[in-house]
């Protein structure tokens, strides 16, 4: 199926932000809006207003929806919602001659003037439905008042090297479709992270999420000189739907931004994102925690944690403790399952995924007396799982043949993709794992999927039912994660798919990535830095690995998560240096929840020749951080960076952390040129600022 043609307007609209929008329906005329935003409640009903298109579309039976979706009957229910700041609706289209039915759930969140919705098909019916393809659940067009260029930015997925999550922008040709979807069958493999910040040339512009854990496709195309159209949706579907069978779309999340600066939406959309799309844990946002492990990977032939052993773990956490290193989580990553240990007959903890229990020789007493000794020193346990992916010759693979997904020309490869599509098998592994978690006193729970399912989904859909495995699938996997957070009411997710690969709407609500970039040159800092400027674009959750306590390194991976694996047993190590580095992390953290601003461009972050530095501004208090790099083959000493966020006639003291030297500067200075100094390459600078009373010297 193609979906990648020119998109014609089925609907035209566009919003006030702060001034005047248009608000045009095809054979409507402009209406005009001034003054105040919109109220999100009255947009959310206009769009979705009785008798006309909606801002979604698809393909019924050969015939787009726009020419037969208004006939259908059609009702409008407003929905208690739980959540405090959110409005919720239900809209049902029904055509009582096929007895096919459209649900569309659209939530609503008036402090940031954004909206999502998904769809749901079911046939009412007592045969097949009609095919359904197309299905594009955003279907749009935004008219804007002013003339000239849209802009589109957007970042790159995960590659597993320095590009990942780089920042792009492009400026849209007339007529041109921007196409956009990922690799593999993972959300954010590729070239493509599923957030787009779209600018118009009235200074204002809309942010789009994409919620599908799967393969997604975007389309952007500026339509002229004034209108800029999207469509999104899943990338590969053209079924029929079975009597009384129901299935769900991607979600597509909208907010809308008005300022001359980009950066604004982008920390609109942050801020949106830890108000409404974070775990909450009593009603309270839940915070990714500061973690390590248990002096991570062992010598060859060993693996990660593949010869750990539970007397040993227990002695790492207490020599943690007694050199003042205590982590919030001890995490166990891969290698603690049965077989793993046993590398005289090549045995690895990634050929060995699907023996899920525990290595008794290694653990006697399960996974218990190492949380039990975490938990009497006060942190939490986080375990390493990968359910998805099956070795052949596995626990799993040979007890349950009937839950695993094949590829019949591929029986030589040792993948097998577990079929959360099946509910009963996706039933099975949801209370298994959850049963694991509460044996083994497991507080954290991390999911890792080192492989691409889509292959595997692609061979299995049945004749005349494309895309339906990995509807089921996906469907699977959200109810899967569902069941254990609503299982263990304090339990937070680590989202990892060989790193950040499964990023997108819906996972980030209940996930967040903590190893971002997985078997990437463990210990690349220049890379690590690449990622952080990169992600913070659009995510405030997220985090990575430190290997090193060097300031330049440690620096390097710092965001609101970290996981800490310095090797605390060599004697060239210096515990000094790792609790500084613990100190600096406490201290600075707090930034990083709040604005970001990328000080040295969008160009290519990659490269060895230059600085690269940020800022994370509070203004909840008016102080912020500035982080800076010169890399090792950078000559310049010195950079001139405009800082964003500070109040121009206000004063600010700011303090270079590592001399502890401060100097007094006033705001319109500080967004003018701040001058940034490093004597020697592979060098950083960490600088705080905050507002003070007192006024430069003259002198």
């Not at 096919?100 to 008036?110: F, I, R």
């Amino acid at each position: 199926m193609k979906h990648f043609k020119k998109i014609e307007s089925k609907f035209l609209f566009s919003l006030l932000i702060m001034s005047v929008w248009s608000i045009i329906a095809v054979g409507q005329t402009t209406a005009k809006i001034s003054k105040h935003i919109p109220e999100i409640e009255k947009w959310i009903q206009k769009q979705f207003a009785k008798g006309k298109t909606p801002p979604f579309s698809f393909i019924c039976d050969g015939k787009p929806s726009a020419e037969f979706i208004r006939q259908w009957d059609y009702s409008q229910q407003k929905i208690e919602s739980e959540e405090a700041d959110v409005i919720k609706y239900l809209f049902t289209y029904y055509n009582p001659t096929n007895e096919l039915k459209v649900e569309c759930t659209v939530k609503g969140y008036p402090s940031y003037q954004a909206a999502e919705w998904v769809l749901n098909f079911t046939n009412k019916g007592t045969s097949n439905s009609p095919t359904l393809e197309q299905v594009k659940v955003v279907d749009l067009a935004m008219q804007y008042a002013s003339k000239g260029e849209f802009k589109l930015h957007y970042a790159d997925g995960n590659h597993i090297s320095k590009y990942d999550f780089h920042p792009r922008s492009v400026t849209l040709t007339t007529g041109e479709t921007k196409q956009m979807s990922p690799q593999g069958g993972r959300s954010s493999e590729g070239d493509y992270l599923p957030f787009f910040n779209i600018e118009s040339p009235a200074g204002q512009g809309v942010i789009l999420g994409v919620g599908w854990s799967g393969t997604w496709y975007a389309d952007v195309c500026a339509q002229d000189n004034r209108t800029i159209s999207m469509a999104s949706g899943m990338k590969t579907m053209k079924l029929y739907l079975r009597p009384q069978e129901t299935i769900r779309t991607p979600s597509i999340s909208l907010m809308f931004w008005e300022n001359i600066d980009r950066m604004a939406g982008h920390n609109k959309f942050r801020r949106f994102v830890l108000a409404h799309k974070s775990r909450k844990i009593n009603g309270k946002f839940a915070e990714y925690p500061l973690s390590s492990g248990f002096n991570y990977r062992d010598p060859a032939p060993c693996t990660e944690y593949s010869c750990l052993t539970a007397d040993y773990a227990i002695a790492m956490v207490k020599r943690y403790i007694q050199f003042g290193l205590k982590p919030e989580v001890f995490w166990l990553d891969a290698g603690w399952n049965t077989d793993a240990a046993d590398f005289e007959h090549g045995k690895t903890w990634a050929n060995t995924a699907g023996n899920w229990t525990v290595d008794t020789l290694r653990f006697p007493k399960g996974l218990r007396p190492v949380a039990d000794e975490i938990h009497k020193v006060g942190a939490k346990f986080m375990v390493w799982f990968e359910p998805e992916r099956v070795i052949r010759g596995t626990q799993w693979a040979v007890e349950h043949p009937d839950w695993m997904l094949d590829i019949p020309e591929h029986n030589n490869d040792t993948y097998l993709l577990f079929d959360l599509g099946n509910p009963e098998a996706c039933h099975w592994m949801s209370k298994y794992i959850g049963d694991m978690l509460e044996e083994n006193s497991i507080d954290y729970y991390r999911q890792d999927f080192n492989m691409q399912p889509d292959i595997y989904w692609a061979a299995n859909d049945e004749p005349g039912r494309t895309g339906m495995k990995e509807i089921r699938h996906i469907e699977g996997l959200y109810y899967f994660w569902d069941y254990l957070l609503s299982r263990f009411p304090n339990l937070l997710i680590d989202n990892c798919a060989s790193g950040g690969r499964r990023i997108d709407w819906e996972t980030i609500g209940r996930s967040a990535p903590l190893w971002r970039s997985d078997c990437y040159h463990y210990d690349d800092p220049d890379g690590y830095q690449c990622h952080t400027y990169g992600l913070n674009f659009f995510l405030p959750l997220h985090g990575t690995g430190s290997l090193q306590t060097d300031p330049y390194s440690f620096r390097s991976s710092v965001s609101t998560a970290l996981i800490y694996n310095w090797k605390i047993t060599d004697k060239n190590a210096s515990v000094y240096e790792m609790q500084r580095c613990l100190k600096e992390f406490h201290e600075i953290r707090p930034y990083y929840y709040e604005d970001y601003y990328p000080l040295t461009g969008t160009e290519d972050m990659t490269r060895d020749n230059i600085w690269l530095a940020y800022q994370m501004h509070r203004p909840s208090d008016d102080s912020g951080i500035i982080v800076a790099f010169r890399r090792t083959a950078s000559k310049d000493k010195k950079i001139t960076v405009r800082l964003s966020g500070v109040d121009p006639e206000k004063y600010y003291t700011v303090t270079d952390m590592d001399s502890r030297q401060s100097k007094i500067y006033q705001g319109k200075e500080l967004t003018s040129q701040l001058p940034l100094f490093l004597e020697k390459p592979h060098s950083s600078l960490l600088l705080k600022y905050k507002v003070t009373n007192e006024k430069p010297n003259k002198e």
